[in-house]
C-alpha cells in the first residue's frame, strides 16, 4: 500500500465518523493553541520588562540605598526604602575620578501632586542636579533644564515631562507659568523652566518633573537629614560608551564603602545590564511556568487521542479483518492507524495553531484586568507545538496501531 | 491444486482443548464448484479459512499448488491471500460508510497495480451492480450486499473463492442468484468455488458435496452435471452481468 493510499485511506476515515475525528483532534488543538497563546503572554511580558529597563538609558549605574533591617521586628524594607545616601556621596563619587565614568547626577525621587490653574496631577518628583540630562539622555524640547545657579540658589524652579506639560497646560506655553507642588500639608508654588521632549516608551518618563534637589530638602522639612545633608534615593553614573562596567561598579562601590564606614554596605551598586539580566531571569521562569503548563495541556490532549484512538480500533475491529481477508498485511493495518494518527494531529496542529495565533494577536494591548496584555508571537513556539503535537499523535496512535495490527483476523472479522 | 493431508486444529481454550480438526484430507482441483455441508461445529469454517491463509493448521500439511503452505510466516501468508484467495461470508462483511466501487477496491489497495477503480467498475458490472457502484451498504439489499461482497472476492481475479454460508442471510430466488453467480465463474473462469451450506438445494448447484462431522470429513460425492434444483436456476448461456437485479 502506498503512502498516497494510506493518508486517502487516514482522510477517508476521518471524513466518515467526523464527530469522533473532531474529538480525537480537540486536545491537540487545545494543546497547541495554548502552548503557543501562553509562549507568545510570556514573551510578550518579557519584552516588556526589557523594553522598560533600556527605556531607562543606556550605559548607566544606579547606587540605590539598600534594604534596610528593622532591628527590634526584623522585618526587611523594600530596597531604596532607606534614605542612607547623600548628594555628598555624589560628589564623592565625581571626585575619585574614576576611570570610564562620564557624568553623575543625583536624583530623590517621591510622587506628588502638580496643580496648575484648573489642571490636578499625580506626577513623579525628580529631585536632581544639571547633570542629569546629559545622565540619563533627557533633551529639553523648551526653555531650559536645571541649571548650576537653580542648584546654589536652591530656587523654586521646576522642568516639565512631556505628559505633565500637556496634562497642566493643554494650550501649550507652559514656560514661566506657576505649577503648585503639594505633597501632604506641605505645597509650593514653582516657576515653570523648561519642557522635556517626550521619551516614549512605557510613557512613565514623561510623567517627571524635575527639580533642583538642593531646593527639595530646603522645602519639605520631612526630605530633611538630621546631620543637614542632602538625601536622595538613588545615584545615575553614565559611563563612557562600551566601557566595562564591572571595575567601575567595584570602584564605586569601594569610595561609598569608605565614606559610609560600615561593615554591610547599605547601599546598593547595579547597572543596567544587571536589572536587563535580573528582569530576563525573572520573566525566563515566567515563561517556563507558562510553558510547562501548555506543555501538560498538550499531553493531556495527546492522551485524549489516544483514548480515542483505541476506541476507533474496536469500533472498527470488522473492518480490521477484512483488510486482512483482502491481504493486508499486519505492517499495513498498522501503517493505516498510524497514518490517520499523524493526518489527525497535523489537522489538529494547524486549527490549533491558528487559533493560538489569532488569540495571542487578538489579546496584544487589550486591558485585561488593568493589566495590559503584551503579546510576542514565536515562530519556534508554532514549530515547537506542531512537532510536540505531531510526535504525541504519532505515540498515542501507535499503541492502538500496534493492537490493531495484532488482532487476529478470524476472530476480528467475526467480532460484532 | 488443494492438497490437505491429515490436517489438525486444535484450539487451547480455558475449558480444555476443542478439535476443530481432526485429520482432514481433501483434493480440489481448478474449477471445482464444492459445497461443504455439515451441522455447526463439525469444522466448516476451520477449514475455509485453513484453506484461505487465514489460519495454520496445527498438523497435517497443506500443498497449494504444489507448494507447503502450512507453517509460512503472517505476512508471507497475507500477500498470498490477497492474491490468490476471495472471501465471501454470511454476513458480508463490507466497511459501513463505503461505496461499493470503492469496497471492491479494497483488495486491489494491497496489491500493486494500477486502474483500480476500472478493475472495481468491471467487477461490479460481473454481478450486476454497475449501477449501484456509489452506494453504501445500507443502501442495498441484502442480496446487493452480498453481489458487492463477491465482486470484491473476484476483482483480484484469484484461483479460488470461499464462501462461507453465503446465502445464509438470503431468500431462496436471491440464495439462487448468488449460486448462479458462483457457477459461472467456476464454469466460465475456471475459478474454484468452495460453498458452506447447510441447505441441500443450494448444495445442488454444485458439482461436489463434502460432508463433515466432528471435524472429519465422512463423505465426498461428485457429480458430473450441475442438477438444477428449479426451473428459475441460471443457465450456463445466461451472462453473469444479466443475473438478478
Ligand atoms: N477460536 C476458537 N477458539 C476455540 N474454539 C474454536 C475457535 N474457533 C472454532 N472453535 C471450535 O471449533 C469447532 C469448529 O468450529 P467451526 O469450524 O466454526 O464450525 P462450523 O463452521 O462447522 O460451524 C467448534 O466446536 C468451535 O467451538
Ligand atoms: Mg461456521
Redesign the pocket.
Known sequence: MSILDSIRTALRAIAANRLRSGLTALGLVIGVASVIVLIAVGQGAQQGVQERIRGLGSDLIFVKPAAQTDRSTGARGAQGGGITLTAADADAITEAKIPGVVGIAPQLSFNAQAIAQSQNLGVTIIGTTPSYADVRDARVAQGAFIGADDIDRRSLTIVLGSAVAASLFPDGDAIGQQVRIALGPQGFNFRVLGVMEPRGGTGEQDNYAFIPVSSLSARFQFLRNPRGDISVNQINIRTAPGAKQEPIETAITDVLAQRHQVVTPDFTVQSQNDLVGAAAEVSRTLSILLGSIAGISLIVGGIGTMNIMLVSVTERTREIGIRRAVGARGTDVMRQFVTEAIVLSLVGGLIGTGIGVGVAMGIDGRDISGTAMQTAIQTWSIVLAFGVALLVGLISGSYPAFRAARLDP??ALRSE | MIHLENVEKV?R?EAGE?R?LDGVSLDVQAGEFIAIM?S????????MNIIGLLDDPTAGTYTLDGADVSKLDDDTRSKLRGRLFGFVFQSYNLVPRMTAVEQVELPLLYQRGTNRRAMALEALDRVGLADRASHQPNQLSGGQQQRVAIARSLVVHPNVILA?EPTGALDTRTSEEVMGIFGNLAREQRITVVV?THESNIADFTNRTVR?RD?LIISDERRLQVIPSSASSPDASIPVSEVGS
Open positions: 478470524i476472530l | 484450539y481454550t476443542v476443530a455439515g455447526s461445529g463439525s469444522g466448516k469454517s476451520t477449514m462461507d458452506v463433515m471435524g
